[in-house]
């Protein structure tokens, strides 16, 4: 089982706004990564550290801690955001690299 | 232009290895960091182990799932990271990526079956 801990699945209206959260006591010290991954694609890195987006990454992916969550905001989300987002960072150790178990995020 | 290459991969009966290689090019891959991970058919993704680079010692960590099984090692002379995995089991068929975090391979589907 995962030390990171996110919904399996979010929907969200098209141009709407969605907050898929990932949860995890390892994320009072570590931040939480965030990656998009399309079918048969391999993942995309949207989002790292406290708030920052990769070159190419629009700005409508945001991110937020509060206490044990991470969150990955999508503000007016597009058809082709649908996708599998997966957060990762460290576990409780610290010394292992952990992901979540990935929510399924459908743009209706 | 960051580009991760990988070659190996294929299909293996239980019990025995295969090498995952993954050549790297457009950053300074002595000084990177370097990730395996993997996603089993349908599932999410599990991060399988890293190296360090030379100037930390480039000291391994492995998940509870491969350790003792797989070792990361690399040749920072041909840009290159190596999986080797022992001992292969049914659940670690899955599709192998290396990454810099920011930057991934095309993946290597390793297939685990008699």
């Known amino acids: 089982s995962s030390e990171l801990t996110q919904d399996p699945a979010v929907s969200v209206a098209l141009g709407q706004t969605v907050r898929i959260t990932c949860q995890g006591d390892?994320?009072?010290?570590?931040?939480a990564s965030w990656y998009q991954q399309k079918p048969g694609q391999a993942p995309l890195l949207v989002l790292y550290?406290?708030?920052n987006r990769p070159s190419g990454i629009p700005d409508r992916f945001s991110g937020s801690i509060s206490g044990n969550t991470a969150s990955l905001t999508i503000t007016g989300a597009q058809a082709e955001d649908e996708a599998d987002y997966y957060c990762?960072?460290?576990?409780?150790?610290?010394?292992?690299?952990?992901f979540g178990g990935g929510t399924r995020l459908s743009v209706l | 232009e960051v580009q991760l290459v990988q070659s190996g991969g294929g299909l293996i009966k239980p019990g025995g290895s295969l090498t995952v290689s993954c050549e790297a090019s457009?950053?300074?891959?002595?000084?990177?960091?370097m990730v395996w991970v993997r996603q089993a058919p349908g599932k999410g993704l599990e991060w399988v182990g890293r190296i360090k680079s030379a100037s930390y010692g480039g000291a391994t960590n492995y998940a509870s799932a491969v350790k003792d099984r797989f070792v990361i090692s690399r040749d920072d002379s041909s840009h290159t990271l190596f999986l080797q995995m022992t001992d292969l089991q049914i659940e670690d068929t899955a599709v192998y990526y290396c990454t810099t975090v920011t930057n991934w391979g095309q993946g290597s589907l390793v297939r685990v079956s008699s």
């Open positions: 390892s994320l009072r010290s570590y931040y």
């Open positions: 990762h960072s460290r576990d409780s150790s610290g010394d292992h690299l952990v």
């Open positions: 457009g950053f300074t891959f002595p000084n990177a960091w």
């Open positions: 550290g406290k708030n």
